[in-house]
């Protein structure tokens, strides 16, 4: 047996294994995060952003070329909740940049895992969709959760540990907001009728060309700089493994119970964890470990009760989906719930990191 058929083999195993997908999906987002976090303090965070979104532009591009989709953004009809979508998207990137730059990796990823509980919120106040008892729940548990992590002074005093300084309260803060712009996304998404996923990843790459090119080219809200060989070399592999994280993510979906795939998907925290301690020298706090666990269980609670198993699981991709909506488009709608209205409705159970 040869190298390559060995390749081959993992591949398949990978591929066809949704929670193996999922977990492989963790890892890569986790290590998107790490090389997010060594250059963030060296490099602007918009300019963090148009390097990725051009390097996903012309992977999408490429991608579509490829599979012969003719209309690459869609169609006109969709425009408006696509530019909604896109814009909300890309300012969740930049402000979990933010989050990556003032807080420890492990607390940043956290906080924007909250972003389903978030989505349940919106629906129910925006389009009177009906929470439960188990949706309350993780609501609550979750933003229990938000408070042990952060860990703001009127209720803890401060600590040694995690000083309330204005840079915490912006990390905190960035990161809230992040999670809060994908729960906008994904609700933005359900006034898209028949659009493919390939065209919602391009409208998302070229909003954030244009959000993240202006402040770079004005300076603000610092100067761009020329990065140096190393850091130019971790943004393009930033750019590669947000795409490869986001294919398997949604390949998970189509082949697994989504209640599953979020508990597994919450491995992207404990990665993050990890690298934080073994690249970084953070240290964990206790509270911070409750906070992460309360969040997850509260994820989970949302989730339960809607996710439902994919009509196939033999449902083959046909294009990748847009940074943030961890979907696949798929055959015979294995993953996606159709409202009597025509609209393509993303399941809450398919939400996670945005990033």
Known sequence: MDFSEVCSRVQGLIWNNGLASIAGASLIMGINALLVKLVVARVPVFEIVV??????????????????????YGQRKNYIPMLVRSTTGSASMALYYYGLLYLPLADTVTLLFMNPVLVCLLAWVLLGEHMGLLGIAGVVGSFLGVVLVSQPPVLFGGSDSVPWTPQHMTGVLASIGAAFMVACAFVSIRFMSGESALSIALWF???????????TVVGWPSPAVVPSAQDALIMVFVGVTSFVGQVLLGRGYQLEVASKVAAVNYLQVVFASFFGIVFLGERLTLLAILGSILIAMGVVLANMGKAKKPASDSAQPSSVKAEGYHELEMQEEGGIQREASGHLLPKPSQLGSGQ
């Open 205 to 215: 790459h070229t909003c954030s060309i244009f959000v993240g090119i202006v402040p």
């Open 51 to 72: 390097g990725r979104a051009v390097l996903s532009w012309t992977l999408s591009v490429t991608v579509g070329k490829i599979q012969g989709q003719a209309r690459l």
